[in-house]
């Protein structure tokens, strides 16, 4: 069976520092692979999505970045943070088989304080 | 105003009762609509997944599509305690890929 893994779970960083988070599928090849934000009383933003490895398209123009490296690896950064980029961060996939047909999944996701 | 519409809540029912939960949505290209369940500090579960107007049944759920209203429901019979937790529901256009558009979210709690 699939599964999709985020770390950290938490993260506390100042205003300014760096950012990365990371997000990995096992059990599948090929996916679509999503980073959103859920702030607080919200729904989900979707931030990037990508179809393949290098291809990454942005929803909302802002302080973060993505990268995919590797097939089943999806990676959220930033080279400032700012306070505003605090939030939930979750990282999805979904199968391309069957096209726009297929459900996203979601890991367990990243709660980011920024200080 | 949001494509997507859903009351935030909070519901709170006493355990075995009928929960319903809704949106509304503005966009009549929507095909695709699911609903999820989200538990504290946890990512969204994908609950149920339907394709264009009709009910899907799956154990105590129940989702339900009318297409020509712009609403969607999902029903749990004899809520329990462990359904407590925000169920968000999700829609999505049959060629627009795999962008979803979500609701706020619901807030649930089932009281034993």
């Known amino acids: 069976s699939q599964t999709i893994h985020q770390w950290p779970a938490t993260l506390v960083q100042p205003v300014g520092s760096p950012l990365s988070l990371e997000c990995t599928v096992e059990?599948?090849?090929?996916?679509?692979l999503y980073w959103y934000r859920q702030a607080a009383g919200r729904g989900l933003q979707l931030l990037f999505y990508s179809v393949g490895i290098g291809q990454i398209s942005s929803e909302v123009p802002q302080n973060l970045s993505a990268s995919r490296p590797q097939d089943r690896q999806f990676i959220l950064s930033s080279k400032k943070l700012l306070l505003s980029d605090s939030g939930f961060y979750l990282c999805?996939?979904?199968?391309?088989?069957?096209?726009?047909?297929?459900?996203?999944?979601f890991g367990d996701g990243t709660r980011l304080s920024i200080l | 105003q949001k494509e997507v519409e859903q009351d935030p809540g909070p519901l709170s029912v006493p355990e075995g009762a009928i929960v319903s939960l809704n949106c509304t949505y503005s966009?009549?290209?929507?095909?695709?609509f699911m609903w999820y369940r989200q538990y504290s500090r946890k990512g969204p579960e994908l609950l149920m997944y339907t394709y264009s107007s009709g009910n899907k049944e799956d154990g105590r759920f129940t989702a339900q599509v009318d297409k020509s209203s712009k609403y969607i429901s999902l029903f749990i019979r004899d809520s329990q305690p462990s359904d407590s937790a925000t169920y968000l529901c999700?829609?999505?256009?049959?060629?627009?890929?795999?962008?979803?558009?979500f609701g706020e979210g619901t807030q649930l709690t089932v009281n034993p």
């Open positions: 999805a996939w979904s199968s391309r088989k069957g096209g726009a047909s297929q459900p996203q999944h």
């Open positions: 966009n009549s290209a929507f095909q695709y």
């Open positions: 059990g599948t090849s090929n996916p679509n």
């Open positions: 999700a829609m999505r256009r049959e060629t627009s890929g795999s962008r979803l558009t």
